[in-house]
C-alpha cells in the first residue's frame, strides 16, 4: 500500500499522503491541499469525505458489518445491556464487574432532571410532537447544569456525558406524558435503565405498571442497535456544532435537530406511516411502481442506506425482536407485519431495488415493533435520539481528546455574482 499518491494539476506535481485505517478505506490526507494548490475538493453530501478519525464504530456496508469498538453488533445485542454498551463506545474497553457498578450507579445518580425543568414543558401545547419538545428542553439542561459545561476540562466533560445519559430518558419520558395529559412520572432507581424508561412512559398514579421482559428485552436490542453508528448526519451535526466549543448541552440539542427528519431518525415513522397507507398487500405492487417511477417522489421508506449496499446487520435482528415483541403483544397476526413482509419480499426480488442496491434498513421493523410495545409514532425519532445520545456524547468525547481537533469550518465553490457596484433603489 503507497504512503502517498501524486495530484497533477496542469504541468505542476503535488504528493499527498495516505492515512491507513486499521480496517476499510485509507484515506487521502488533503488538508495541505488548499494551502500548497489554491484548490478546494468538493464532495456535497460528503459521499468521499472522512470528517474526521475515529476509533468508536466501523461500518462496512458492502459486507453489512457493524462493529462498536472492534465487538460485532450481533454479539453485543445478544450479549450485552444498553448501560454496558454506552460504557464500551465511551471509554472503548468493556467494563469490568467493579466498573459496571460504579458506571451505573453513576447514571441512576443523575436520573432527575431539576424540578424547574418541568414549568418548560406547560410552555407547549399539549399534543406538541414529543421531538419539538426535545430540541427545546435538551438545549435547555444548558441553563440548569452550567457546572459541567466546561468543555476543556475532562473531569467535567464525564460529569456531563452521565448527566446526559441518564436525564435524556426522563426527559424524552416527560415530553411523552405531557404531549397525551398525563402527569409525569419520577425515574424509580431501583428499576435498571430500560426498565425504568418504560416505567416513566407507561406508569400512572393510578395503576401500578407491570414490566413485560420481552418488551424490555426487546428496547434494550433496539437501544444498542441505535447506540451509535459512525459519522452519520446527526453524530457528524453534534460534532460540527461542538467544534466552536460550545457547552454539550448545546451540542447533543443539534443531534435532536438533525436526526430528526425524515431521512435519518425520522424514518421509522415514516416506515410505519407508509405501510398503513398501503393498508393491504393487494396494494403493494401500486407503491412498489410509484417508488420505481422517477418522476414521483414517493421512496419507499426504511429501504435503502448511504452506507449499506448490503442487508443492514440491524434490520436482521430487528426483524427478530419484532417477531418476538408482536407475539407477547398479541398481535402475531398484524396486518402490518403481513404489510411488510410481503414488501421486503417483492422489493427485494425487484430488478430496480436489487440494481440499486437497495435492502431494508433498521427503521423498517422498528416501526412495527415500537408501535406493538405502545408507544405512538410521535415517539420513535424520540427513541431513536435517547439511544443515539449515547454515541453523540462517545464522539464528543473522542473529539475533545484529539490533538487534531479544531474548529469544523468547510469550504464551498462560490457560483454568485462577482464584485458588483451597489445600485441606488431609484436606479433599479
Ligand atoms: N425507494 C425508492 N428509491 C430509492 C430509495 C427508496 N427508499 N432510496 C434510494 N432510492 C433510489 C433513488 O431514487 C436514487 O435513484 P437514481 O439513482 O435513479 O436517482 C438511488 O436509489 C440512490 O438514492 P440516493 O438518494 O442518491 O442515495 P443516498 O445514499 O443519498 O440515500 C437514503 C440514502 C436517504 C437513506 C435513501 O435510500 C432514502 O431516502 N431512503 C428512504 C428513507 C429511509 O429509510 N431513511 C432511513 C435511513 S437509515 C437511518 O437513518 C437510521
Known amino acids: ?15 499527498l499522503p495516505i492515512r491507513k485505517g486499521t480496517v476499510g478505506p485509507n484515506v487521502i490526507d488533503i488538508t495541505e491541499l488548499y494551502k500548497n494548490t489554491g484548490y478546494f475538493t468538493f464532495d456535497p453530501g460528503f459521499t468521499s469525505t472522512a470528517s474526521c478519525k475515529s476509533d468508536i464504530c466501523f461500518i462496512d456496508g ?3 458489518i457493524l462493529l462498536y469498538r472492534g465487538y460485532p453488533i450481533e454479539q453485543l445485542a445478544d450479549k450485552s445491556n444498553f448501560i454496558e454498551t454506552a460504557y464500551l463506545l465511551i471509554k472503548g474497553e468493556l467494563p469490568n464487574r467493579q466498573q459496571f457498578q460504579e458506571f451505573s450507579g453513576a447514571i441512576k445518580n443523575h436520573t432527575m432532571v431539576h424540578e424547574q425543568i418541568r414549568s418548560f414543558y406547560n ?4 399534543g406538541a410532537h414529543p421531538m419539538a419538545i426535545m430540541l427545546s428542553v435538551v438545549g435547555a439542561l444548558s441553563a440548569f447544569y452550567a457546572d459541567s459545561a466546561n468543555v476543556n476540562d475532562a473531569n467535567e466533560r464525564e460529569i456531563s456525558q452521565r448527566r446526559m445519559i441518564a436525564k435524556v430518558p426522563t426527559l424524552a419520558a416527560m ?54 453508528h459512525e459519522q452519520n448526519a446527526s ?42 397507507t398501503i393498508g393491504n398487500v393487494k396494494n403493494i405492487p401500486e407503491f412498489i411502481k410509484r417508488a420505481k417511477d422517477p418522476k ?18 440491524r434490520a436482521k435482528i430487528m426483524q427478530k425482536a419484532c417477531h418476538e415483541v408482536l407475539e407477547v403483544s398479541g398481535k402475531k397476526n ?15 426480488n425487484d430488478d430496480y431495488f436489487v440494481s440499486k442496491k437497495l435492502y431494508p434498513n433498521i427503521d423498517f421493523y422498528s416501526g412495527i415493533t415500537l ?10 425519532a424520540v427513541l431513536f435520539a435517547v439511544a443515539r445520545t449515547v454515541g453523540w456524547i462517545a464522539h464528543w468525547g473522542e473529539m475533545y481528546s484529539d490533538p487534531e481537533n479544531k474548529l469544523n469550518r468547510p469550504r464551498q465553490l462560490y457560483i454568485g455574482k462577482d464584485k458588483r457596484d451597489f445600485i441606488d433603489i431609484s436606479k433599479r
Open 1 to 15: 500500500m503507497p504512503d502517498k499518491c501524486t495530484l497533477h494539476i496542469g504541468d505542476k506535481k503535488f504528493d
Open 62 to 64: 458492502d459486507k453489512g
Open 123 to 126: 410552555g407547549f401545547r399539549r
Open 175 to 228: 415530553a411523552y406524558k405531557y404531549s397525551i395529559g398525563q402527569p409525569f412520572v419520577y425515574p424509580d432507581n431501583e428499576l435498571d435503565y430500560i426498565e425504568n424508561f418504560l416505567n416513566m412512559c407507561f406508569s400512572v398514579p393510578a395503576f401500578k405498571y407491570k414490566i413485560n421482559q420481552t418488551i424490555s428485552h426487546a428496547l434494550e436490542k433496539i437501544f444498542i442497535l441505535h447506540a451509535d
Open 235 to 276: 453524530t457528524s451535526t453534534v460534532r460540527l456544532s461542538a467544534s466552536s466549543a460550545v457547552n454539550p448541552f448545546a451540542s447533543i440539542s443539534s443531534g435532536f435537530s438533525s436526526l430528526w427528519g425524515p431521512l435519518h431518525g425520522g424514518a421509522n415513522e415514516a416506515a410505519l406511516k407508509m405501510l398503513k
Open 296 to 313: 414521483d417522489n414517493f421512496r419507499l421508506m426504511g429501504f435503502g442506506h448511504r452506507v449499506y449496499k448490503s442487508y443492514d446487520p
Open 334 to 348: 398484524d396486518d402490518l407485519l403481513k404489510i411488510a413482509l410481503e414488501l421486503e419480499k417483492i422489493a427485494l
Open 371 to 380: 408501535n406493538a410495545m405502545g408507544f405512538p409514532t410521535e415517539m420513535f
